[in-house]
């Protein structure tokens, strides 16, 4: 395998697609779960308890913003991205048949193959999976070369 190399700009819809490719989707009730609590609990502290009223009516009001953080997830999370220093940066990326080197101006990171323990592929991208973390790597950035490599890989037993 030769080295690839790719530069791309770290821009809103490549962290729009890694939400949605590497962040699992939950089900409503597993989603809305920590706001009805509070929800609930707070209602019954305000109409039933004679404890404090703005105590109640605080617990009842953080089942709103949770309701509202579980609503707008992906947005918020785009959001904190498009704040980073590193946002509408240009990421250089490589492999090579040692590692996977990623590099910009705040961040450098660099993955040996030996220390993957997971490959995941999405209908857009590749999850890695590696003794730091979890990285995301969209195909719009990989050649066919790479992606035979990745499926590759993922295909062996030791994942």
Known sequence: MTVYKKRFALDK???QECFEQSVAPLAFHQA??????LLIL???LVLFSEINQYAAWFIFSLGVVEAIA???RKPWWVMRQMLSRAAKGDVDLTIDE???HTKSFYHE?????????GLTETSKGWIIIHNEGRT??????????INKRLIQKSAESRF
């Open 13 to 15: 819809p490549y962290y």
């Open 42 to 44: 707070g209602g019954a």
């Open 109 to 117: 990171q660099t993955i040996a193959w030996n220390a993957i323990t």
């Open 70 to 72: 579980q609503y707008y």
């Open 136 to 145: 995301y790597i969209s195909k719009q950035h990989l050649n066919d070369d």
């Open 98 to 100: 040692v590692n996977i």
């Open 32 to 37: 809305y779960l920590k706001a009805a609590i």
